[in-house]
């Protein structure tokens, strides 16, 4: 299947990291091209591709990020393909108490009653930022907030007790230990991010690339999505 010998270059933000991991292994034990996807921060990831200075094949990033890439030149005008829906969750240190998250109100108070919370440089924290705008109670928040700084997972933060309530993707939660996820964010008021990806604008590989986002988007993906703490998204 094409130049079997190159692997493909991508990079991502940490929340697919290990969805990647598992899909990427996939394709290569059904016969595809290897693949070398590195991790980091979705800010940082976003940034080495626009300044075009680094050869990637493939990003993977939430949808608006591709887009703007898309938009700019660097990912290629067509290839981008929807991947996965991750929700946002809540997670305390693991022997915690749990605290009431049903509702939105109920979320309200356990975010007022935390005295620290832990939100991520990823689409959901600044999601979660706004929501504390919309409830009026960034200003007091802010003394208690930590963000986590870019490829630090939240998780770690909640693990080692420097902050008591951390919100952050499921898939990033998920694999830390030392913490008890609480659960996802009530329905109303659900930060749910659609995970995308490109073909990097002049990589020479652009048709191996699309195979590998064809397998990652389809029903044969849809086991290893869920595993990994997200969801198919629809055919």
């Known amino acids: 299947m094409g130049t079997a010998l190159t692997a ?28 070398a996807i590195e991790s980091v ?14 050869a990637f094949d493939l990003v993977f990033l939430a949808t608006d990020a591709i887009a703007k890439l898309e938009a700019s030149g660097r990912v290629l005008a067509g290839s981008r393909v929807d991947l996965a829906l991750s929700s946002t969750a809540v997670a305390v240190p693991a022997g915690a108490a749990q605290p009431d998250i049903a509702s939105e109100a109920a979320l309200r108070a356990a975010v007022l009653a935390a005295p620290s ?8 924290g600044v999601a979660l930022q706004q929501r504390f705008e919309r409830w ?36 990033e939660l998920i694999h830390v230990p030392g913490i008890a996820i609480v659960g996802a964010l009530p329905a109303a008021i659900a930060i749910d991010t659609v995970f995308s990806a490109g073909v990097v604008a002049g990589s020479p590989h652009a048709d191996a690339a699309r195979r590998l986002l064809a397998f990652m ?19």
């Open 8 to 35: 493909l270059k991508g990079i991502s933000s940490m929340a697919t990291r290990q969805l990647l991991a598992e899909l990427a292994a996939a394709w290569q034990a059904r016969g595809g091209e290897p693949v």
């Open 41 to 54: 921060g979705g800010v940082d990831a976003a940034r080495r591709v626009q300044a075009a200075g680094e």
């Open 117 to 124: 919370i832990g939100y991520s440089t990823g689409p959901s």
């Open 136 to 171: 009026g109670i960034a200003d007091e928040l802010k003394p208690r907030t930590v963000q986590a700084r870019p490829g630090v997972p939240v998780g770690s933060l909640v693990a080692s007790g420097e902050v008591a309530l951390g919100f952050q993707q499921l898939s």
């Open 217 to 235: 988007a389809s029903p044969e993906a849809a086991e290893a999505k869920r595993r990994q703490g997200m969801a198919p998204l629809p055919a």
